[in-house]
């Protein structure tokens, strides 16, 4: 079956460390997005990318940094310098420029700062 | 920018009943997409219905229904027949219909946590 998967589901960190949050897509989809989840605030765009080798910065980029060397694969870093990373991170994916723009999701990951 | 405002944090339903959630957006593009997603516990975001703005009819999807309002900026959902499976966050999202350079990112509201009561 098609999807998006993220890995891993729940990671801890310490404080001061890099961690990077996995984000894989079959649905042979051009663009992928990486949304933060804090309650009460809704998603707020972080990263995305419409193509391979390209990216754009969201609204709340700062501390995080990502990659596309593949179409399949979207990885976010968070960084030491994210003021306040314990969130849920959700990717997800989209044709391109298709009429209907739904985006299809990945179950999540729950990053926590210990 | 656009922006998306879902001003009920929390609803209520009792199961069987119908609910409606209200979204207002601001924007001065003409050519948009509406959306609300649903977010059960598992966290999964699950498209529930949209709505594209040159449509004046109001899209159904079951017991999933909006009430699209584009001079208003309105697009409420109505869920009919309610059931325990429909308890979730429900979040509300604006697309922009303009081909430019920021691609598909949609723009989300707060959300509204709905509770069904058995």
């Known amino acids: 079956d098609g999807g998006i998967t993220q890995s891993p589901k729940y990671l801890f960190r310490k404080e001061g460390q890099n961690v990077t949050l996995s984000c894989e897509q079959n649905?042979?989809?051009?663009?992928m997005y990486w949304y933060r989840q804090d309650p009460g605030q809704g998603l707020r765009l972080i990263y995305y990318?419409?193509?391979?080798?390209?990216?754009q910065k969201g609204d709340i980029a700062e501390g995080y940094s990502v990659s596309r060397e593949k179409k399949e694969s979207f990885p976010l870093t968070v960084t030491s310098a994210q003021k306040n990373p314990t969130a849920f991170y959700l990717c997800?994916?989209?044709?391109?420029?298709?009429?209907?723009?739904?985006?299809?999701f990945g179950e999540g990951s729950r990053l926590t700062v210990l | 920018a656009q922006t998306v405002t879902q001003s009920q944090p929390e609803m209520s339903v009792q199961e069987a009943e119908t609910v409606t959630l209200s979204c207002t957006y601001d924007?001065?593009?003409?050519?948009?997409?509406l959306f609300w997603y649903k977010q059960p516990p598992s966290r999964q975001m699950i498209l529930v219905i949209r709505?594209?703005?040159?449509?004046?009819q109001n899209a159904t999807e079951n017991r999933f229904s909006v009430n699209f309002q584009k001079a208003a900026k309105s697009f409420s959902l109505k869920i009919s027949d309610s059931q325990l499976g429909d308890a979730a966050m429900y979040f509300c999202?604006?697309?922009?219909?303009?081909?430019?350079?920021?691609?598909?990112?949609?723009?989300f509201g707060t959300g509204t946590r709905l509770a069904v009561r058995p």
């Open positions: 997800a994916s989209t044709l391109g420029r298709s009429r209907t723009g739904e985006l299809f």
């Open positions: 649905l042979n989809h051009d663009a």
């Open positions: 990318s419409q193509i391979v080798n390209d990216f």
């Open positions: 924007t001065s593009e003409s050519d948009y997409y």
């Open positions: 709505q594209e703005a040159y449509k004046q």
């Open positions: 999202a604006y697309r922009s219909g303009v081909e430019k350079s920021s691609g598909d990112k949609l723009t």
